[in-house]
């Protein structure tokens, strides 16, 4: 167990519809990155919060957005979804943004596996 | 930006054979490197990591990677292949000059373990 929780584990969506995946972080961690896999793509960063803050953007369409809340949990948004969509989504934490030494590893939740059809 | 190539996407051995996952960074300055290991249908697991304190880094499952400045390469190794070693397996660069604190993952390399 990682210590990184997401839910729901599973969403079947249709086109069009908006979604909301929660993302936990393992505790004290104050990094949290979202990541996309797909077959053809691979595993691609969409963002980075920091201790509530956006730090980073990656390949993150217009339609998705993200927020980290006070108590550090973070929520990935996705809305006008298209079948190009479905894919696996990643949250995973860190200490810090700049880790240096040991601890330099994110951790991975379970993924939600979101389905629009 | 940095960025690491795992050669061959997917790597078929015999169980009982050498398993040898071969990963590439670009950086100017060694970053820190990871292994990671995702079984069917669950998240990303770490195997090891390397953070300069030693070139032959020891993880779990009796993988192994070395790093090698000269060759720009973190390549995973592990001497007997079980059928349980089956899965997907991501190489990650993270940092060192020029580069992002932002994890960044290869393409992935399947492991397939015949028996």
């Known amino acids: 167990d990682s210590g990184v929780t997401q839910t729901p584990k599973h969403l079947i969506t249709a086109t069009g519809q908006r979604v909301t995946l929660r993302c936990s972080p393992r505790?004290?961690?104050?990094?949290v990155y979202w990541y996309q896999q797909s077959l053809d793509q691979g595993l691609q960063f969409l963002i980075q919060?920091?201790?509530?803050?956006?730090?980073a953007k990656g390949n993150i369409l217009e339609r998705f957005s993200a927020q980290q809340f006070p108590d550090l949990h973070s929520e990935l948004n996705l809305s006008s979804l298209e079948l190009g969509d479905s894919a696996l989504y990643f949250c995973?934490?860190?200490?810090?943004?700049?880790?240096?030494?040991?601890?330099?590893?994110?951790?991975f939740g379970q993924g939600t596996r979101l389905t629009v059809v | 930006a940095q960025s690491v190539t795992q050669l061959g996407s997917h790597v078929s051995v015999s169980e009982g054979a050498l398993v040898l996952l071969r990963c590439n960074y670009s950086?100017?300055?060694?970053?820190?490197l990871f292994w990671y290991v995702q079984y069917p249908n669950q998240g990303l697991q770490l195997l090891l990591k390397?953070?300069?304190?030693?070139?032959l880094v020891k993880g779990i499952n009796g993988f192994e990677a070395e790093f090698k400045k000269s060759e720009t390469s973190f390549h995973l190794t592990k001497p007997s292949a079980h059928m349980s070693d089956a899965a997907e397996y991501f190489c990650?660069?993270?940092?060192?000059?020029?580069?992002?604190?932002?994890?960044?993952f290869g393409r992935g390399t399947s492991l397939i373990v015949h028996p």
């Open positions: 995973a934490s860190s200490a810090n943004t700049r880790d240096t030494g040991e601890n330099t590893e994110a951790f």
């Open positions: 990650a660069v993270r940092g060192g000059r020029g580069g992002s604190y932002i994890p960044t």
């Open positions: 390397y953070t300069s304190a030693a070139t």
């Open positions: 950086s100017s300055v060694p970053p820190y």
């Open positions: 919060y920091y201790n509530g803050e956006e730090r």
């Open positions: 505790s004290g961690d104050l990094s």
